[in-house]
């Protein structure tokens, strides 16, 4: 987490800000709280050769009061294989299988357009420009239960 937090290439597309080794600390203890609390939260996700790609999960949005956003964040090594796309079909699967969730939520900067070919493609659908957290630009999507692609296989 220290590492992604603090790499400039993922940052200017997710906080636009690097945070601290002191910062990444006290948000891995409230992700590992959230376990506790809400029963979800983060995974690491890693190849098939063991190499750490990223994390994934979800949890309690910030944006919308009561809902469960998805979010994901990859190490720039492995952009631009399909591992956001197949890590985000696993979240949605989840989601609306065994947690039984009805809806999910996502949030990307607008310009982020490698992210928002993810979102749509695993089955959200736009829904507006707002302001995140009060301060970044952010492209809102939203996903019924019932907007989930049906023309794949499900992930196991
Ligand atoms: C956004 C991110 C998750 C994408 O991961 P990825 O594994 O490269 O995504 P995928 O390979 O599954 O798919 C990306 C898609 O966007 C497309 N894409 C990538 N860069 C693009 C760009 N600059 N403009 C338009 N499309 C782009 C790819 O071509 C691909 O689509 P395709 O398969 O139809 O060709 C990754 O770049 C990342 O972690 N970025 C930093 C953190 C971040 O932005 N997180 C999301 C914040 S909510």
Request: glycine share 8%; with cysteine.
């Amino acid at each position: 987490m220290c590492e992604i937090d603090a790499d400039w290439e993922i940052q200017r597309t997710v906080f636009r800000r690097l945070a601290s080794s002191e910062e990444s600390e006290r948000r891995l203890a409230r992700w590992l709280a959230m376990w506790e609390e809400q029963g979800t939260g983060f995974w690491l996700f890693s190849d098939a050769d063991g190499n750490l790609v990223g994390h994934a999960g979800l949890f309690p949005s910030p944006q919308t009061a009561g809902a469960t956003e998805l979010g994901y964040i990859l190490k720039p090594a492995f952009w631009k294989r399909g591992y956001a796309t197949e890590i985000a079909r696993a979240l949605v699967d989840l989601a609306f299988g065994d947690l039984g969730l009805d809806e999910l939520v996502a949030n990307t900067m607008p310009e982020n357009a490698a992210s928002r070919r993810v979102l749509e493609r695993v089955g959200f659908s736009f829904a507006g420009e707002t302001l995140y957290k009060g301060e970044l630009p952010n492209a809102a999507y939203r996903m019924k239960s019932t907007d989930r692609p049906r023309d794949r296989p499900t992930a196991t």
